[in-house]
């Protein structure tokens, strides 16, 4: 089974800082998946990303980035220039070693304020 | 592409009543999930299937709430007698294990159930 922990209940910051979402995971399984999800205040679930636990390599996509350290079970979210439409909460959400197949184990959240 | 299809989208019922959300998901894939979200509780897993076959339904909170899945594109989750505590959102979710063996799950905009 897997757990996790959004130490950051919300964050507010002001448009264009930029904003880092932590999360912690355990996990038994020696080759597991991890995701990121979004909710804004509509209220649909977004995807944003996975990492497989072989790979390490950080990754930037636009102005998301992802930190991923094995040795200390974090998977950390980067949005650089936040804007003010990037105010949701984020999840993060480990998976198992099929890749999420037996369902995910969801976080608390981070509720994200983004103010103009 | 149609996405994960969760019907009704906003439910209101009295407490003793039975309560039948539905999901379709998205063409192709062959396992469904179905979550609720509530404020004290968070994102949490009630069952899933494979193959329309159920594979963990260990999250079902007790014997008011059943799931099917008679065929690849229709799944129901009831709840019978419904009480004011199952109100929250309702998520269905499905995904498809890929070539690289990751199972991404693709959320349905959700059904908000409020028992009076």
């Known amino acids: 089974a897997q757990k996790v922990t959004q130490a950051q209940t919300e964050i507010s910051v002001v448009e264009k800082e930029d904003v880092t979402l932590d999360c912690v995971y355990e996990t038994r399984d020696t080759t597991y998946y991890l995701f990121w999800y979004k909710q804004p205040p509509s209220g649909e679930l977004v995807f944003l990303i996975r990492?497989?636990?072989?790979?390490?390599q950080n990754e930037i996509s636009g102005r998301y980035s992802w930190n991923f350290q094995k040795s200390t079970s974090s998977f950390n979210f980067t949005i650089t220039a936040s804007q003010v439409v990037d105010s949701a909460v984020y999840f993060c959400a480990p998976g198992d070693s099929g890749g999420g197949a037996d369902g995910l184990t969801f976080g608390k959240g981070t509720h994200l304020i983004i103010q103009p | 592409d149609a996405g994960v299809i969760q019907s009704p989208r906003h439910e209101v019922t009295e407490m003793g009543q039975e309560v039948t959300l539905r999901c379709k998901p998205i063409?192709?894939?062959?396992?469904l999930f179905w979550y609720r979200q509530t404020m004290m509780r968070g994102l949490e897993l009630l069952i899933y299937f494979n193959n329309n076959v159920p594979i963990d339904d260990s999250g079902m909170p007790e014997d008011r709430f059943s799931a099917k899945m008679p065929n690849a594109s229709f799944s129901t989750l009831k709840i019978q007698p419904s009480e004011p505590r199952d109100s929250a959102v309702y998520f269905c979710a499905s995904s498809t294990r890929t070539s690289g063996g990751t199972n991404t799950q693709y959320f349905g905009p959700g059904t908000r159930l409020t028992v009076l």
């Open positions: 990492r497989n636990s072989f790979d390490e």
């Open positions: 063409s192709g894939h062959d396992y």
